[in-house]
């Protein structure tokens, strides 16, 4: 089972920042915030992950809460490429546990 | 190439076909995967490979048969499959098998089983 819990929905205006929400209330110390997306009929793609601290990429700002309980994607300026399922993941780094897909938030971003 | 590749990208075929999915990946990582994820469903964690070695099957019905050859080349044969198989099926690589959270995908393939 997901750890996580998404909005099933979301859109977004073009050119703005998409702030996707994800809560993960039962994290342990050891688990990391893991974000992939899924661009219709193709297979998922790393975005970015963090453990505590807030963290940067060339895709995207992960924005983690102090206590952990949940955090915020951000993606600085949605393009119409971006439309895509967001999956919130969390989990240990290194551990033998599976990597689990919930069902994740569908970001439309509209012109 | 880079990253990785399925190959076909979509397959239509009867249940008394025999079919093989292919995946290569071209980052020289040692663990791979295949994912089934039907209509509206979360993705499902079929194989898992490491170092050519299998690790886990995530009880999947045996019409359904993981090979791996080498530690680039992944193959998934299919035979006798049921409409209920239609999905797309999706490979990935990691650099070992611990690494289930940085994945790299391929674009899968469209399975029609009719």
Known sequence: DAKTTQPTSMDCAEGRAANLPCNHSTISGNEYVYWYRQIHSQGPQYIIHGLKNNETNEMASLIITEDRKSSTLILPHATLRDTAVYYCIVRAQGGSEKLVFGKGTKLTVNP | ?114
């Open chain 2, 1 to 114: 190439e880079t990253g990785v590749t399925q190959t076909p990208r979509h397959l239509v075929m009867g249940m008394t076909n025999k079919k093989s999915l292919k995946c290569e990946q071209h980052l020289g990582h040692n663990a791979m995967y295949w994912y089934k994820q039907s209509a509206k469903k979360p993705l499902e964690l079929m194989f898992v490979y490491n170092f050519k070695e299998q690790t886990e099957n995530n009880s999947v019905p045996s019409r359904f048969s993981p090979e791996c050859p080498n530690s680039s080349h992944l193959f998934l044969h299919l035979h006798t499959l049921q409409p209920e198989d239609s999905a797309l099926y999706l490979c990935a690589s990691s650099q070992a098998a611990a690494d289930y959270n940085e994945q790299f995908f391929g674009p899968g393939t469209r399975l029609t089983v009719l």
